[in-house]
């Protein structure tokens, strides 16, 4: 055998690993690709049992692929943290994921050292996200207007559901907007049958026990309990004994209790997770009190939150009657809407809350577009807090030719890595003019020409005939942080697949 050929094998040996978790990764990049950009495709995913949902959102897709692959798994893995912090960019988060293990691979197999390229592509990322950093234009009462094309277009041009957005955003004002603990996505409730609507307060989807008409309620006064009003079952269970009997009767006399306690503060609307036994039932309605049980949680929380009550265990009826006074929420209306069953719970003296009501005519329309809703409202808040930058793939071409010019600077064998990140970052705007049904490369040399004829940073094109435009003079911006965040999380993910030099299979465990 030849000594080039030994040397060969040893290469393929050593890459192997790196190609099967490439191979598995490409094939998550493959579901998603044909999604990107304003003229995406959809994509449909049936079930075992034949049930197909349709859609071109990426997490919607990768939530519902199966794959038990451990590479697989770590991408999906980090596409969901990306959907849970930011609510946006997972499918180029994906696709820049797998360009760069592509050009990664190509480098190992030219004998670039796996550590040289995982600097480079360190290097490169950093480098990446000080450029957004630095590029980034904070929205300010000069340019808010810009606030309603962001919400346009991170809504996919459904102008329905962007105004929707918008206007609650509006309603919910940049302070709270600003704040840690408020995300403007939950205020999205997504309801079969009723209409599109944005208004202050929050919905319960529910239908009160003891009313049976259209009702509204002036300074209504809220009380919030995270459980049942009724005896736990444990102590139903031991009815056919005596003891058990007698246990079962006396707590049925605490529960009476708690329910004249209610009345006796005077409480307008009592909000249950759980069921409500039937005598105390009884003297909450005639005591006046509108009672709603088995609400959603996360529909309990945010009335909660909207009437500044807190949220009890039926424990906490204990109490004394100053303690859950302090526990008692106020909003100055309360709605109910026989026709539809629904509650609205308005101008709460809690945190501002505006409700975004999305609905279609049928279940899987409805939650495709909230979806939308949802992506497009945290896209706006993001690009609230933390600034804009150009879209439509233009932010990413700019950020490559840059890197182009800093790695004359680079010594050594890194710069073949950071050569994988100017690589990747072109590759989510190739594929939108490719699902645009577009010659790629040819635009991408056209843009490139064009950027130094011209002079100018943030070109891309008209996806529907390919023309040349300005993304700042188009006013077409995405949310920075989604473009930082992604950024990051694709480098990182990029780095653990290249370090990982070996698939061994673990013990069996042995199952009793």
Not at 27 to 37: M, P, R, W
Not at 481 to 494: D, H, L, T
Request: charge should be negative; charged fraction near 25%.
């Amino acid at each position: 055998m030849r000594k080039g050929d030994n040397e060969f094998e040893k290469t393929e040996l050593k890459l192997s690993a790196l190609r099967n978790n490439i191979n598995a990764i490409n094939s998550i990049v493959s579901a998603v690709k044909g999604t990107l950009g304003p003229r995406g495709f959809d994509c449909m995913i049936v079930d075992d049992y034949g049930n197909s949902t349709i859609t071109n959102d990426g997490v919607t897709i990768l939530n519902k692929i199966s794959t038990s692959h451990p590479a697989a798994v770590l991408l999906i893995d980090a596409v969901m943290t990306q959907e849970k912090e930011v609510g946006d960019g997972t499918t180029t988060l994906t696709i820049l994921t797998g360009a760069l293990l592509e050009s990664a691979l190509k480098m190992a197999e030219m004998g670039v050292p796996i550590h040289k390229i995982i600097q480079g592509i360190k290097k490169g990322i950093e480098m990446s996200i000080s450029i957004v950093e630095n590029e980034k234009v904070m929205i300010s009462k000069e340019n808010s207007y810009i606030m309603e094309k962001v919400a346009f277009i991170s809504a996919r041009g459904d102008k329905e559901i962007s105004d929707l957005i918008y206007n609650a955003a509006k309603f919910v004002g940049n302070e709270v907007l600003n704040s840690s603990g408020f995300k403007l996505s939950d205020c999205v409730e997504a309801i079969e049958g009723t209409k599109h609507k944005v208004f202050s307060g929050v919905i319960v989807d529910k239908r009160p026990l003891n009313v049976f008409e259209n009702m509204r309620l002036n300074n209504v006064k809220i009380m919030v309990i995270d459980d049942s009003l009724d005896v736990d079952d444990n102590i139903k269970e031991l009815l056919s004994t005596e003891a058990g009997l007698n246990n079962y009767l006396e707590n049925i006399d605490i529960i009476k209790s708690w329910a004249k306690k209610i009345v006796d503060m005077n409480v307008n609307l009592l909000l249950c997770d759980r069921g409500i036994n039937s005598m105390a039932m009884q003297i909450l309605s005639d005591g006046n009190v509108v009672v709603v049980d088995r609400v959603l949680n996360s529909q309990l929380e945010k009335a909660a939150r909207h009437s500044g009550a807190k949220m009890l265990k039926k424990s906490a009826l204990n109490k004394s009657t100053e303690y859950l006074n302090n526990c008692i929420g106020i909003a100055d209306k309360i709605i109910y809407d026989a026709e539809i069953e629904q509650i609205l719970v308005g101008e709460g003296h809690g945190k501002p809350y505006s409700t975004i009501l999305i609905s279609a005519a049928t279940g899987e329309i409805t939650r495709e577009k909230e979806r939308i809703a949802k992506d497009a409202a945290a896209s706006l808040q993001y690009a609230i807090k933390n600034g804009i930058v150009s879209g439509g793939g233009a932010l990413e071409i700019y950020t490559s030719s840059l890197l182009e010019k800093y790695r004359k600077e680079i010594v050594g064998m890194e710069k073949y890595g950071f050569d994988c990140v100017i690589d990747a970052l072109k590759k989510p705007f190739l594929q939108m003019v490719e699902n645009s049904g577009f010659n790629s490369l040819e635009i991408l040399e056209k843009i490139n020409s064009a950027a130094k004829e011209e002079g100018k940073k943030f070109l891309s094109i008209d996806f529907e005939n390919a023309t040349i435009k300005n993304m700042e003079a188009e006013e077409i911006f995405d949310p920075a942080y989604v473009k930082i965040s992604g950024f990051k999380k694709a480098g990182e993910i990029a780095q653990a697949i290249l370090r990982i030099n070996l698939i061994l299979r673990g013990k069996k465990v042995n199952t009793i």
